[in-house]
């Protein structure tokens, strides 16, 4: 069974430009989760996806972030425009319906420059 | 501020035994876990303890937890260079199943011949 995969693996953007990262959960996984490590510090939960429904999006960081779930498969997550703080890796996990264990991504290293 | 805290790094010779501590401040914690990451890789759940607990044990991975002290901390008995990675401590409140987790920063643990 393929794990959690995750596209790009690093992107290197311009301040002001716009890139979108991809998820791919493990298939039958209902839920989907965002999270971020900035460099060497904490990595922050972002938001969580009950299939294409936000169950909790209360660590987005600001409106530059649209993240969506279309279909309750895979997700995308935009920033649009990003900013050199927007800089670090970007990790999806997944869980089956009944909760348990997050199945991590390798991540999409972000840098903006 | 950080609801969980590491340190940052580690240095320990191959064979030797590793001691990784954490500390946490939600006391409604119920479930906490030890997460590796090596390069290039996403987080791998190594093991994970209930609040209830006070010692679990699996192959050369010790988890104790003082739950007064909220201190958690991983001991990896024989360490080899494998176990070079970054390890991260992590918690998730038992009311929520499938909510987020909160991480620490992660400690870096360098293994050396």
């Known amino acids: 069974e393929a794990g959690v995969t995750q596209f790009p693996s690093h992107s290197v953007i311009e301040k002001g430009q716009t890139v979108t990262l991809r998820c791919d959960p493990i298939?039958?996984?209902?839920?989907l989760y965002w999270y971020r490590r900035v460099m060497g510090k904490e990595i922050k939960f972002l938001l969580h996806?009950?299939?294409?429904?936000?169950?909790?999006e209360s660590g987005m960081p600001n409106n530059r972030f649209l993240a969506e779930r279309t279909g309750g498969t895979y997700s995308t997550l935009k920033v649009q425009p990003a900013e050199l703080e927007d800089s670090g890796v970007y990790f999806c996990a997944s869980t089956g319906t009944g909760g348990g264990e997050q199945y991590f991504g390798p991540g999409t290293r972000l840098t903006v420059t | 501020g950080e609801d969980v805290e590491q340190s940052l790094f580690l240095s320990v010779r191959e064979g030797d035994s590793s001691v990784i501590n954490c500390t946490y401040t939600d006391s409604s914690s119920t479930y906490l876990y030890w997460y590796k990451q090596e390069p290039g890789a996403g987080l791998q759940l190594l093991t994970y303890i209930f609040s209830n607990m006070d010692m679990k044990q699996d192959q050369r991975l010790t988890v104790l937890l003082n739950k007064k002290d909220k201190h958690l901390s991983l001991r990896i008995a024989d360490t080899q260079t494998g176990d070079s990675a970054i390890y991260f401590c992590a918690e998730k409140d038992n009311m929520d199943s499938w909510g987020k987790l909160q991480f620490g920063a992660g400690t870096q643990v360098v293994v050396t011949p």
């Open positions: 996806f009950v299939k294409e429904s936000k169950q909790d």
């Open positions: 298939s039958g996984h209902d839920n």
